[in-house]
């Protein structure tokens, strides 16, 4: 792009509007060239309003976060129609998510001065009713995510203040109309609101109901707000498919303090409630900590002598501590070097990291050294850090599982467990001490939410990287012809939860493994041979002589290439692109290769 501008920095928040429109196809053209693990979504957007450019602006944001779209679009402001109605083209073409694009201008009526109050609760009662048969039809015919915008408040207030108070106000319509939105929300599965509400507020709801673009291009909202709306779509969307990042990786010096610790010395540096700079940086201390309530992993990478990194880290007013994070290289290395090491010793890909460094000249280093990294530009106000941080949705929830929220202790108890290898003389002496216990059965509804998530988000240890959806996996776990498996495991360290996945297709005396994944971070445990074992039990029961495995290379699952050859099976083919297919016959009894691992009887 012009004046080296990558495409990461015209698609991070803040966006340039105008370049984003203008160049949108060179954007798009650029994006397609990245060397990215793509999935492939069709999705559909029923449109209150016009919808043209909100299309072309959400694909450039789904394809950088490697999700290639396939778009259905209603004609102008059909979005009742095309949802309430038959439509044979809407049916064939197999939506992955529904997006409905409705705003304040499709509010069917506001109550009158006159209403009375049980007018008024009709009157809502009514344009809610609308909306919930829409996503009624829609689960029942289309089985799949609805996304749905709030609404944004009215720009302009007949009352003036009161309007938000009093039950006939439009501002109070609006108000308890999305409160309804909200309740539907809590209450039904894979319904996510898209909170334009809080959208137009942010971007300034003067310029985002500008009428001028309504009434000369029937556009419900500006068309500079067009990146601010289809990047928090792309959020929702990329966060249910499994695209969130997963860690923070933070420098130290004037990013998560004021100062320079190896210089001013700990008792210098700017933190704490005493002066407003130092509050500045406690509040972005406080910020990052809360991400471990969503199980974000905390890591520090710092040009620094260790001993002065963690005199900082002990700071008596910092709200972070060591014990907050679960590794801190604090040398005087590459910062990308370390950052790729710290990729590796977690098992997570370089690109599930979040650089955060105020030294512009760091993060230029990340993204030209590190494939696919991320290394937002937080400028160089620390009053803006937050602000950059979280308008860019890096770690936006659309679930949140017991899994997630014990994310970061499961990795530090991973840590502990490195370090108790190095005492023992062999690997298999080393397994033993761990105690390991694993559950392995069949997929049960309390865990589809979960074993949807890790479908969507698993890459490196994922033989056929198929996705699922929870309405898919809910019709496969009830489906006869499959055999499913989950695997959750435990050792003297703690519970790893659900880190083990399996689905087996039936075709008469034959089993397809469709799909087989587990957690990068119990890798090396020798849970692949414990759920294989109990695979292959369940296959003999169901009357299967043969298995077969297959292996579909990407860019991120080399490290599965020989799975099934370790596993014992036979290569039968192997293509030109890499796709290999193996056999196993399971008529006879087969030794099993588990040794180390405990499975609980069903």
Request: net charge negative; proline share 3%; with cysteine.
């Amino acid at each position: 792009m012009d004046n080296d501008v990558t495409i990461m920095q015209i698609l991070a928040y803040p966006f340039d509007a105008a370049q984003i429109l203008a160049k949108r196809k060179r954007i798009r053209r650029e994006l397609l060239e990245k060397d990215l693990t793509w999935i492939d979504k069709r999705i559909v957007i029923l449109g209150g309003s016009t919808t043209h450019d909100i299309k072309e602006i959400l694909d450039l944001f789904l394809l950088n976060n490697g999700i290639r779209a396939e778009f259905y679009e209603s004609e102008y402001g059909q979005y009742w129609q095309d949802a309430i109605f038959p439509n044979a083209k809407l049916e064939a073409f197999n939506a992955d998510i529904i997006f409905i694009h409705t705003s304040l201008r499709n509010i069917t009526e506001f109550p009158k001065l006159t209403d009375s109050a049980e007018e008024v609760s009709a009157l809502l009662s009514s344009e809610y009713n609308k909306f919930i048969e829409i996503w009624e039809r829609l689960r029942s015919v289309y089985n799949c995510p609805i996304i749905q915008n709030n609404f944004e408040y009215p720009y302009w207030r007949l009352m003036g203040n009161r309007d938000s108070s009093d039950i006939r106000g439009r501002v109070n319509f609006v108000i308890r109309l999305n409160l309804k939105f909200t309740e539907y929300a809590q209450t039904h599965e894979n319904f996510f609101i898209n909170d334009i509400n809080w959208l137009s507020a942010d971007f300034g709801l003067e310029q985002w109901s500008d009428p001028f673009y309504w009434h000369m291009y029937k556009y419900a909202i500006a068309i500079p707000a067009i990146p601010y709306l289809t990047h928090n779509i792309a959020n929702i969307i990329k966060s249910i498919y499994g695209k969130n990042k997963k860690a923070f990786a933070l420098d130290l010096d004037n990013t998560l303090w004021g100062g320079i610790v190896g210089d001013d010395g700990v008792e210098n540096l700017q933190i704490g409630h005493e002066t407003s700079v130092g509050q500045v940086y406690s509040e972005f201390q406080e910020y990052i900590k809360a991400h471990k309530q969503l199980g974000v992993i905390l890591n520090v990478i710092s040009k620094n002598e260790e001993e002065n990194a963690l005199a900082g880290l002990n700071h008596t007013d910092n709200t972070l501590t060591p014990d907050d994070f679960i590794m801190i290289k604090a040398n005087w290395e590459p910062k990308s070097q370390n950052l790729m090491d710290m990729s590796q010793e977690l098992a997570l890909l370089p690109e599930s990291f979040v650089f955060v460094d105020d030294n512009p000249a760091e993060r230029e280093i990340i993204l030209q050294q590190v494939p696919n990294a991320c290394a937002p530009d937080i400028g160089s106000k620390s009053e803006y850090y937050i602000r950059t941080l979280d308008r860019n949705g890096f770690f936006e929830v659309t679930t949140l599982t017991t899994d997630d929220i014990k994310r970061g202790d499961m990795y530090k108890d991973n840590a502990a467990r490195s370090k108790l290898q190095s005492d023992f003389k062999s690997y298999g002496e080393y397994l033993k001490s761990l105690g390991m216990v694993a559950e392995i059965k069949p997929f049960i509804p309390i865990y589809l939410s979960r074993i949807a998530q890790l479908t969507n988000k698993s890459n490196q240890f994922n033989l056929t990287t198929k996705r699922y959806t929870q309405e898919e996996l809910e019709a496969v776990s009830g489906d006869k012809s499959k055999i499913t498996l989950y695997g959750k495991l435990a050792d003297k360290f703690g519970d790893n939860g659900i880190v083990a996945i399996t689905i087996g297709e039936l075709d008469s005396d034959v089993c397809h493994i469709v799909l087989w994944l587990m957690s990068c971070r119990i890798i090396k445990r020798d849970m692949e041979f414990a759920v294989m074992d109990k695979f292959i039990q369940q296959c003999q029961k169901r009357g299967v002589v043969k298995i077969l495995g297959y292996y579909y290379p990407t860019s991120k699952n080399g490290m599965v290439c020989d799975f099934y050859d370790i596993q014992g099976f036979k290569l039968v083919s192997r293509d030109g692109n890499g796709n290999k297919i193996y056999s196993l016959d399971i008529c006879n009894t087969l030794e099993r290769k588990n040794h180390f691992i405990k499975v609980m009887e069903e």
